[in-house]
């Protein structure tokens, strides 16, 4: 979808002033979404979120683990009856702070949004495969494909930050995952290790912008420029992933981003430069991906399977997934 927008940069500073963001974001808002759609984003913005998170059966059952929560007086809703997403509830009600729980310390259970916890679904891991997991820390992530392989196969999980790869490392043994290899290296110069792996989730570095109802301070927190250089980051990144996949392997690149410079555009520069194809996602949620002119970008007709989420339309944080496959 393009629009075209003639003189509304008033509309634009109205706007930005009302909901407390920089000018230039709504400008790109009202390219992207139309005037009503973004004032439907902003408001939705203004709302918390549902609390979520993925019960841990490398841990517990989930039976033991509904049975436990609810005798203690948390109501919660099993988001596959929504969504298909595997071990993941909404919280409705806690007498306890999440984090603060001798369950949570013991593993039981990880702290996750319900669109972060979509990725790893499309990647679906299976036992015994060889994965890698780029950009990993925290460890959300990591320990859910841990959770779909049953802790066997190899997980190679890469960050490149000392502080975040502590956590990283903090978490997997929390939740009892010990088929992980953690390696604190530069995720772009990961071809250089001769790996050939079946899959790979890219959950890449990225601004943010979806995270907004649950940060509002990413409304002023980051200018153009940080748009434009994390997306040069993503192309490297998404380049150095694609070569440490075996033919035929697959790879799920996601971000919680809203600029099409962080999604759109990074896929469309791997479909154009490598030997991969856009798949098709058996999953129903979200909206299509952007695909005709954007910021007088043309983009490649198969990117409209990837998908989209927003606060507006689906009660999630802002969220792109899209899934490739190598060329055999």
């Known amino acids: 979808m393009y629009i075209h927008l003639s003189n509304d940069d008033n509309l634009a500073e109205e706007l930005a002033e009302k909901y407390g963001y920089r000018p230039y974001m709504i400008k790109r808002y009202l390219i992207l979404f139309g005037?009503?759609?973004?004032?439907?984003?902003?408001?939705?913005n203004e709302k918390m979120l549902i609390p979520s998170l993925r019960c841990n059966t490398l841990r517990i059952s989930e039976e033991d683990f509904?049975?436990?929560f609810t005798k203690k007086g948390f109501v919660l809703e099993k988001i596959e009856k929504l969504s298909g997403i595997s071990y993941g509830y909404r919280v409705f009600k806690t007498p306890f702070p999440l984090g603060a729980t001798n369950e949570y310390l013991l593993g039981f259970y990880f702290l996750q949004s319900e669109a972060s916890m979509i990725p790893v679904?499309?990647?679906?891991?299976k036992p015994g495969e060889i994965i890698l997991d780029l950009a990993a820390a925290p460890g959300g992530k990591t320990t859910q494909i841990a959770q779909f392989m049953e802790n066997t196969g190899i997980i190679v999980a890469i960050d490149i930050n000392r502080r975040r790869i502590k956590s990283l490392r903090s978490n997997l043994s929390r939740c009892g995952v010990y088929n992980a290899l953690t390696?604190?290296?530069?995720?772009?110069q990961i071809s250089d290790l001769g790996l050939k792996v079946d899959k790979v989730l890219l959950d890449a570095p990225c601004t943010g912008e979806g995270?907004?109802?649950r940060d509002p301070k990413r409304k002023t927190s980051r200018e153009l420029?940080?748009?434009l250089y994390l997306s040069e980051?993503?192309?490297?990144?998404?380049t150095a992933a694609i070569r440490c996949l075996k033919p035929g392997g697959q790879l799920v690149y996601s971000t919680c981003a809203i600029a099409p410079e962080e999604n759109e555009f990074v896929i469309d520069h791997a479909l154009k430069n490598e030997h991969i194809h856009v798949k098709k996602m058996d999953f129903n949620r979200g909206s299509p991906a952007f695909t005709d002119v954007i910021f007088d970008e043309t983009l490649h007709p198969s990117i409209k399977e990837a998908r989209r989420f927003y606060p507006h339309k689906d009660g999630t944080e802002g969220f792109f997934i899209c899934k490739l496959q190598k060329d055999s």
């Open 35 to 44: 005037k009503e759609e973004t004032v439907e984003f902003l408001e939705a």
């Open 183 to 188: 390696i604190r290296m530069d995720g772009c």
């Open 211 to 213: 995270l907004i109802p």
């Open 121 to 125: 679904q499309v990647l679906d891991p």
């Open 225 to 227: 420029k940080d748009i």
């Open 233 to 238: 980051l993503q192309k490297e990144l998404m």
């Open 66 to 68: 509904v049975n436990l």
